[in-house]
Every structure is written in structure tokens, then in C-alpha cells.
């Protein structure tokens, strides 16, 4: 680990500023004692790989070390498309070969199981501790059971929710096709806040796509405690030219908020127990919060998110520790892949800056989400964000969703961006 | 700790510093236009490059300007570069155009 502490730092770098001054013309002593620094990131999904990745492109001499415990990475978005039928888990793989050869990024596989934000040290499963300067963490989520009576996290074996993509994601593809025709697919969806706001939504339609093709007289009902979800309009107008009444929605003040799951008869029950609804295939997505270890460090809120300065993402809890992607309050940024890796950069400069004494940037940042109907019609959502008075905000004027009643090649010719998106947004990440 | 934050504009900082004695440093800092041109680099890099979607580092400064005032302004159709043009002053366009002439 190394000697490092703010206050001789900020010495070192008033001494450069004066050298600086006096003619001597090199990088400076501040530059210097920042690169020796050395950044943990915890999580090395979109928000936590983008950090190491763009942390070594501004500030190549850093130390980096990333730890996440699996060698493959299968990303969340994307995996409608394995459900749908017309893509495989190797679509959605992504490993950190490049992020070690080509970054010099240290990947550590293993998992942390606790921080000594005192000590700025993290220790691994595996047995070893590891200190830092900096520690980023970008810990995803985690499920709230608790909060749906009748089910538990022992029974998503049988009942995926299959929003961490991998081997859920196989068994909900595997469901949907030993289901028989005429069999009934239930989604329960899960309330706000939650990772990827269109995503359900995208999944009922790819598996109708399934459905359609194979399994033509089954059904599909989604479950919401909302009254109201992400492009609904684009949604409905897409299911009704595409899939007829295949997909039902119900709204939660219409019968559609779940008040128990009957695991063993693959039941869900609602509205106030006059509706039991019977599933061939149960696709539970619970309540979300952020990832366990930003609990046990004792980052969250109550409402089971960590709270951060959105102009750095840094902790309000602790002033080493930065947190981003999914389990952090970001404003009005979704939780979503491409808002992780925008905060990633958002992260690393501010480290880099941070670290070099100099004041944080308030950049612009975007955000783009595609959402594919059927294979070849795909609706977007963008927003472009700026910190303002405190948080991250949508630009007025900027963004919006797809346009209503487009045409079927401009449907098509966002179906084409949506593979463009994933290509592009991965090897930014990764690549 | 809690600090208050000074908005830099990174692009006014390195003109403000420039011809001094810390231009080296100046060179080395991560500027407003750069960390919003990497925000483009999500979509705009090669490997998107073959569906249709440009790799900004290949394009002349010029052109991104003026492209992407043509989206922003109703001047060009678009799927959604519109919705996104819309977010960007000309002056924040001009830094990020000018971040990817770098190479």
C-alpha cells in the first residue's frame, strides 16, 4: 500500500505550484505524487470498468486494480435478446484480457467482503487485504425478498428473476421453451426505483417474439405495481401492430400490484386476494437496492441507495470512497448501462483531478436507450444530463423518446442502432 | 470533508494558462471538452463503426460542428442525434469538436 495522505500531498503540490511559477518548466511534483496513487475498484460491470479503463487513458502511470469475481461478465443488456431466442450468452460475454494487456489494469478475481474506509483497505474472500487511495465501487444490485411474501432468494432456482444476467438468464430461456403452446408467461415487475427502467417491458416483447413464432396460442400478463412505465406509448403501439392481444398489461390500480407468490403452484396473488393468477412460467423481478457490500460499508440510505456528491459521484459517507452505476442516487439519471458508463468517466476525472489538486468539471453526459419490439423495430429514449443545484439533471429541450407512428424503416434503422449501441458501448467499457 | 466545487471549464482554464510556465501541466489536464468527447465515445468508436455510426476521431472538427448544429437546429433528419444535439450550446459543441481533431 502506499504512503499517501492528502495533507502531504497538498505540500508537495503547493511547493510544485511555486516551482511552477519560479520557470521550471516540467510536469509538476502534484502530477507526479498523483500518479503514484493507487485506485481499487470494486465491480466490474459497466460503471466499475469504465472507471479503471478511463482512469488509466487520462492518467496512465496510476495504479489501477480491479476486482470482480467473475472471469466473464455477461452484461444485463442484451440478455432479452438470449431470452428472445436470437442470440447467445457469447453475445453478451465480456472479459478484462484487454482492460489487463492493453490498459495495464491489475484484475483481481475475487470478491471483497469488507472495506476499512479507515485504513483505506479492502479485504477479498480469498483471504488477502488491499489498500488504496482511492476505492471505486460500483456494486450493482441486489434483490429485496422481504418486501414479496411466499417467495425467497432460494427460490429463484425455480422462479428467475433473471436481472443479473448469466446462468438466470439461461434458466428463464430454458423455462420459455419447454413451456407449452398455449401456456401463460408472468412477469411480475418490480416498483421504482429499479436497474434498467424499459427492460421489463423489452422482455415481454421478445418473448411474445418467441412465442408468436413457436408457441402461438400462449399468452403473456405483466404484473406492476406502477400505474405507468418507460416508453409506454411506443410499447403498446409496438405490441398491438406486432403481437395483437398476446401481451396483457395490468396496472397496479388496476389488480396489477402482487401481494404474494404461491411458489409451489406457480401462483401470484393480487388485488387484494380476488385475483390468482397461475403461471406455465414465472419471471419474478423483485424490489431492488443497492449491491450488498455498499450496505455493509454502511454507504446507504434508508431507502437502500448510496447517496453521493452527483457533481463527483464521491460518497457523502466517506471522502475516498466513490460509488456509482446502479447503486448510487444519481438525480435524474436511469439506472441504466450507458448512465454506469458515463458516470465511470465522471469518476476517473474527478479522481485524476482530485488527485492532482485541481477542482472538479461539471460535464455534460447522455444517456441512450434502445429497447427492441421484435428483432427489426426498436424504440429509443435519450437525455442528456448536467449537474445543477445539487444534481444530476435532464437538459431542457434535449431528448425524448422515438417518435409515435413512425415509419417501419425508421423502426428498423433503430433496431440496426440498437446492435450499433451494444457494439459501441462495449468496447468502450471493455474492449 | 465537504468542499465547495468550482465549475472549470476545462477548455477557458488551458487558455488562461497558456504561455505560462505551467503549460506543461496544462497539456496534461483533463479538460470539459475531452471528458464530454468521452462521453460520445460510448457510441462513436470503431467498433460501431460498420453499422452506420461514425467514429468521431476520424472526423474533422469542422464537420462535427456543423453536423451536429444541423441536428440540433432541424437542418438534418435523424433517428436520435436530434434528441441529443438539442443538450449542447455551439460553444460545447466547438470543445468536444475540437477534443477529437486531436487525432
Redesign the interface.
Known sequence: MHDFNRRNFLKVAGVSGAA?????????N??REAERAHVVVVGGGSGGATAAK?IKQ?SPNMRVTLIEPNATYYTCYGSNWVIGGFAGMDDIAQGYDTLRDEYGIEIVQDRVTAVDATARSVRLAGGDSMGYDKLVMSPGIDFRYDDMPGISEADADRIPHAWKAGSQTELLRSQLHSMPNGGVFVMVAPPNPFRCPPGPYERVSLVAHYLKQEKPRSKIIILDPKDGFSKQGLFEEGWAEHYGDMIEWRAGSSGGRAEEIDVSNMTVLADSGFERVRADVLNFIPAQRAGQIAHDVGLTNDAGWVPVDQ?TFKSEMD?NIYVLGDASVAGAMPKSG?SA??QG??VA?AI??EL?G?????????N?CYSLVTPDYAV?V???YQYQDGAQAG?S????V?PSGASAS?RR??A??T???Y??????IW? | MKKSHLYLVGLAASLAMAGTATQALADDEITRGQLMAASCKACHNAAAADDGVPELNRIPAEVIESQMKAFRDGDRDATIMDRHAKGYTDEEIESMAGYFSRF
Not at chain 1, 485541481?358 to 447522455?366: R, V, Y
Request: charged share 15%.
Open positions: 511552477a511559477l519560479t520557470g521550471i518548466g516540467c510536469a509538476t502534484g502530477m478511463y487520462f457533481l471522502d450507458h458508463n458515463n468517466k465522471i476525472a485524476v483531478r492532482a485541481q477542482e472538479p468539471i461539471n460535464p455534460s453526459s447522455a441512450t429509443s435519450a437525455a442528456v437538459v429541450g434535449a431528448g425524448g422515438s425508421f434503422r433503430e440496426g442502432y446492435r450499433a449501441w457494439n459501441g458501448i462495449t468496447s468502450d474492449g
